[in-house]
């Protein structure tokens, strides 16, 4: 067992009671409750001025170019998780200041109920803060960062989700990971596409406050432009880029987001096959901006 995993045991106790009782109000994908069948997580909001609600009436559901029926579509109250994953590897374009400010937002800018996870990674994923939504705690907890060895980006997202997020499934479906970098991976045994499998799988929603490229957009073996990693984290979860000098806005508007305009979406596929990638397109009328993740992994392996 890693010292992550052991440092988890203690939270993940803390939340099984909360989890059970989630479930139990039908937050589930399947027996039980009204969201039934395959879940997405949604981002929503109207920009056309009007109050009423949003309703599965206002939405348009693809599968790989086939329209899938919605069977229920409603708002999620519930408290957020989100994971701060911030690269402290040497050659980073922030100084260790930088960072600590951009972390600190969230502490000021979460809803009551929410919660942070504060992580640091060069070649391995480092705790730094374990779930809490004490701002003075969080504050003390940031003196551990430095700037220190090469970024391993794609362990890092999947150590976030097998030791962080996954315990908390699956009775916590509102969770994110902010990550703050400029998405370099310099030798990660996990590969871009499989971790960007995972997030989707998990509903796991993806946020960055990006810094300049230290690459210069140079090409890397086997992955995308580290710009590209970024972009296509955000927008293949459903999540949105911030630069990470506008760190107080982009806080504020992923928190806000997160409480004020999250739905859970569910559908039973059809026309679709277990064995391969499900493209995901969801539309809504002029008025309506929504976001969610774009694809389906194969639930067949």
């Known amino acids: 067992m890693t010292r992550l995993q052991k440092s988890i045991i203690a939270s993940f106790l803390t939340v099984i009671s909360a989890i059970s009782g989630?479930?139990?109000?039908?937050?589930?994908?399947?027996?039980?409750?009204?969201?039934?069948?395959?879940?997405?997580?949604?981002?929503a909001s109207r920009t056309d001025g009007k109050t009423e609600a949003i309703k599965v009436e206002n939405?348009?559901?693809?599968?790989?170019?086939?329209e899938q029926k919605i069977r229920n579509f409603s708002f999620d109250p519930s408290p957020s998780k989100i994971v701060l994953l911030v690269d402290n590897s040497q050659t980073v374009g922030a100084d260790v200041e930088k960072l600590k400010k951009a972390v600190m937002e969230f502490a000021y800018e979460i809803f009551d109920g929410d919660q942070l996870f504060v992580l640091a990674y060069d070649?391995?994923?480092?705790?730094?803060?374990?779930?809490?939504?004490?701002?003075?705690?969080?504050e003390a907890s940031l003196s551990t960062f430095r700037k220190k060895g090469s970024p391993y980006l794609f362990d890092a997202l999947n150590a976030s989700i097998n030791e962080v997020l996954q315990p908390l499934m699956p009775g916590t479906r509102k969770v994110a990971i902010v990550v703050i970098g400029d998405g370099v991976d310099r030798g990660s045994k996990t590969s871009f596409q499989s971790v960007l499998g995972r997030?989707?799988?998990?509903?796991?929603?993806v946020y960055a406050l990006q810094m300049p490229d230290r690459t210069?957009?140079?090409?890397?073996?086997?992955?995308?432009?580290?710009?590209?990693?970024?972009?296509?984290?955000?927008?293949?979860?459903?999540?949105?880029?911030?630069?990470?000098?506008?760190?107080?806005?982009?806080?504020?508007?992923?928190?806000?987001?997160?409480?004020r305009n999250r739905y859970l979406l569910s559908y039973i596929p059809t026309n679709t096959s277990s064995y391969d990638i499900r493209?995901?397109?969801l539309t809504a009328p002029e008025g309506i901006n929504i976001r969610t993740k774009t694809a389906q992994p194969p639930n067949v392996k």
């Open 22 to 43: 989630f479930a139990q109000s039908g937050h589930t994908t399947r027996g039980g409750g009204n969201l039934e069948g395959t879940l997405l997580t949604v981002t």
């Open 59 to 66: 939405l348009s559901l693809y599968e790989n170019g086939f």
């Open 123 to 138: 070649e391995k994923a480092e705790i730094v803060q374990e779930w809490t939504d004490d701002a003075k705690k969080m």
């Open 199 to 205: 997030l989707q799988n998990d509903n796991i929603t």
């Open 216 to 259: 210069g957009g140079a090409f890397r073996r086997d992955q995308p432009k580290a710009a590209a990693v970024l972009t296509q984290l955000a927008e293949g979860t459903g999540g949105i880029l911030f630069p990470i000098e506008e760190a107080q806005t982009a806080a504020k508007a992923i928190c806000d987001e997160l409480r």
């Open 279 to 281: 493209r995901v397109f």
